[in-house]
């Protein structure tokens, strides 16, 4: 076994441990031994987001095979919401795992599954769990991703517009609304003059990924938005635009 470097050493043994011990607390049939065995012996040389999926698939082994109980299980550890600025990669990297479990076992549980999603995306990011659900029931998520976008809660903001994004880093591509944006500048509108950074960041990436993938109707929205006197608008704007030139 390689040397772990990065973030890829966090998603072990050591992050089943962290898993085992706070679901054991609230589910006293969690086989911590196998679980942790399973992925120690497993993890060898995958990389961090390969090991985020075996965690799901052995999560799923060791937890009730009804899908509702599980859910209530993992969010029953997710513990305080997450105050700050955060991504993944931070004080709840350890949620990853419960969100791939989401994605990869809750498509015919929508409602369900969508407010674990909510859940988790308060500590951690729901941005990779949302896509499946986008694909497949497009018209219902888009408007919680609606709901979302309005909320107080600015890591639901940030995941109107993460999660929509078509080019998603570490994600396959959401090209379902690619010829057709105007479902997801509906909600982007309700984003422009977010005052977070963290949601700002994510319009921005979100706008420079629709200049790539479809850039008239982009152009066309940016131009409408540079009418507004708006900071926020203008600071998206700017950092939308400063690679790609829309003149």
């Known amino acids: 076994m ?76 997710l513990g305080e919401e997450n105050k700050k600025e955060t991504g993944m990669f931070k004080e709840f990297y350890w949620i990853l795992p419960i969100g791939k479990y989401i994605e990869k076992y809750g498509l015919e549980n929508l409602e369900i599954s969508i407010n674990a999603i909510e859940e988790i995306t308060k500590r951690n990011t729901g941005e990779y769990a949302i896509r499946p659900f986008i694909r497949k029931y497009p018209e219902e998520v888009l408007a919680v991703m609606i709901k979302w976008a309005q909320s107080e809660n600015f890591h639901l903001r940030r995941l109107a517009s993460e999660g929509l994004r078509p080019k998603l880093p570490w994600a ?71 690679k790609i030139s829309i003149d």
Not at 8 to 33: H, Q
Not at 172 to 184: E, G, M, N, Q, Y
Not at 208 to 229: F, G, H
Request: glycine share 2%; charged share 30%; aromatic share 8%.
């Open 2 to 77: 390689k040397k772990e470097k990065g973030i890829t050493r966090f998603f072990g043994a050591n992050l089943a441990e962290m898993l085992s011990d706070k679901i054991s607390e609230v589910y006293k049939d969690f086989n911590k031994k196998e679980y942790i065995k399973a992925i120690h012996t497993n993890c060898g040389n995958l990389t961090y987001t390969q090991r985020i999926e075996l965690h799901a698939e052995v999560l799923k082994l060791h937890l009730p095979k009804n899908y509702k109980r599980a859910v209530k299980i993992l969010m029953n550890i």
């Open 172 to 242: 396959t591509k959401l090209d379902i609304f690619t010829d057709d944006p105007t479902p997801v500048f509906k909600i982007l509108e309700l984003l422009k003059e977010d005052e977070i950074l963290f949601v700002k960041k994510s319009v921005a990436n979100h706008l420079t990924d629709y200049l790539k993938v479809n850039k008239d109707p982009t152009v066309k929205l940016i131009q409408r938005w540079k009418a507004s006197d708006n900071i926020h608008t203008n600071w998206i704007i700017k950092r939308a635009t400063r």
